[in-house]
């Protein structure tokens, strides 16, 4: 049997990681400044993490939601103490089109309304919903389109009032457009949009799969406009690899039997992976390091000849170059052994690097921009 070729890979295999770095088959050696999507939060085979991961796997794997997993309740606590948001709800899946699945679902049942309204160039995953609310066809089949997403502007507060009305469940929308380009919302922006929110009765879901988890130098990005939401997606950098996806619920959601449910969410192993993930991030502090690294590496390349604009906040990177994006990239990897993150539309290279990254690291970093920009 064969694979079922629907990426375009590069031809690469990695076989081991340590930290910051890769190393393929023939023994080649990468930094990671992509982090496989923006999920290596704390560095690739990070000691206590793998240390605890076989600890628990002698333990138990896996039991499912049929018993209670204390796990659950001890990562809620470590969420609640990372992100501030004080008496919210977890749930717990298994990665993030499922998380926003479920957060749009939850808004559907709660609100008992049926549309909600989406960004235009936003991606929120594959999933039946999730891809209903991402702006993009391509990735739509005919069973997923429908006329119950209703669809607004980046910061345009008029064009979400334009479609607003009282069938509206939820406005979704991410932290920091990631696959878009790294497009930020403005504070003002979310401020207005929490505000509309509230007086049409309507929730509001952020997803933070991509700029969450500490990328931005805040816990949440939404969190730099002083605004809460009513339901956060997360997922990737939770548990630094292991697949877990999660959505924190505002406690004035009041939960009822059956109306969430799955088999592998919130399993040993995976909360394991991720409250190792969290024990780490908060021993070394890695939420604030993205902040100082965020601002060494936006201090570097702010005025290079070679970008046209350089967007971002933290570990959350957007360079759109005056060159091709696609071909710096390809420099970057084959001839620096560099890897880093790509949107295409707006010819734009996205660094997600661990959040355990270094100067020396964006040191290099700059110096083989440099050279494959000159
Ligand atoms: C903002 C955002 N939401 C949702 C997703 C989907 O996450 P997953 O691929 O884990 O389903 C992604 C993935 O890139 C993302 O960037």
Request: hydrophobic share 40%.
């Amino acid at each position: 049997m064969n694979t079922f070729e629907v990426f375009k890979l590069y031809p690469i295999a990695i076989e081991s990681a340590k930290g910051m770095e890769l190393t393929d088959t023939e023994g080649k050696k990468y930094l990671d400044l992509y982090g496989g999507h923006g999920v290596i939060s704390i560095g690739h085979c990070q000691e206590d993490y793998v240390k605890g991961l076989k600890a628990q796997l002698d333990k138990i794997g896996f039991y499912s939601n049929s018993v209670r997993i204390p796990f659950q309740e001890e990562l809620a606590v470590k969420l609640q103490k990372l992100s501030g948001y004080d008496d919210y709800k977890l749930f717990l899946v298994n990665s993030g089109a499922e998380a926003n699945e479920n957060a749009l679902k939850l808004a559907s049942f709660y609100t008992n309304r049926s549309k909600v309204i989406a960004f235009r160039k936003a991606f929120h995953g594959r999933t039946s919903l999730a891809v209903a609310v991402t702006d993009s066809p391509a990735i739509q089949a005919p069973i997923n389109k429908t006329d119950k997403v209703l669809w607004a502007d980046l910061n345009d507060i008029e064009s979400v009032k334009a479609v607003m009305d009282n069938d509206v469940a939820a406005v979704i929308i991410e932290g920091i457009q990631g696959v878009g380009g790294v497009k930020i919302p403005t504070d003002d922006f979310l401020r207005q949009l929490r505000e509309l929110c509230t007086a049409n009765g309507s929730l509001l879901i952020v997803d933070e799969i991509q700029c969450g988890y500490g990328r931005t130098g805040k816990f949440f990005y939404h969190q730099y406009s002083g605004i809460k939401a009513d339901i956060i997606s997360m997922a990737k950098g939770i548990a630094n690899g292991f697949p877990v996806g999660a959505i924190m619920i505002n406690p004035e959601i009041p939960a009822k039997f059956g109306m969430l449910g799955t088999t592998f969410g919130g399993n040993h192993l995976g909360c394991m992976a991720a409250i190792l993930t969290a024990d780490v991030m908060m021993k070394n502090n890695y939420v604030a390091n993205a902040a100082k690294m965020g601002d060494y590496l936006f201090g570097k390349l702010k005025g290079h000849k070679a970008i046209k604009d350089l967007r971002g906040k933290g570990l959350m990177v957007g360079i759109e170059t005056v060159a091709d994006a696609a071909e710096i990239r390809n420099k970057l990897l084959f001839d620096e052994h560099i890897f880093t993150g790509f949107s295409g539309g707006v010819n734009t290279i996205r660094l997600i690097p661990p959040l355990c990254i270094t100067e020396k690291e964006i040191d290099r970093f700059v110096e083989a921009f440099d050279k494959v920009t000159k």
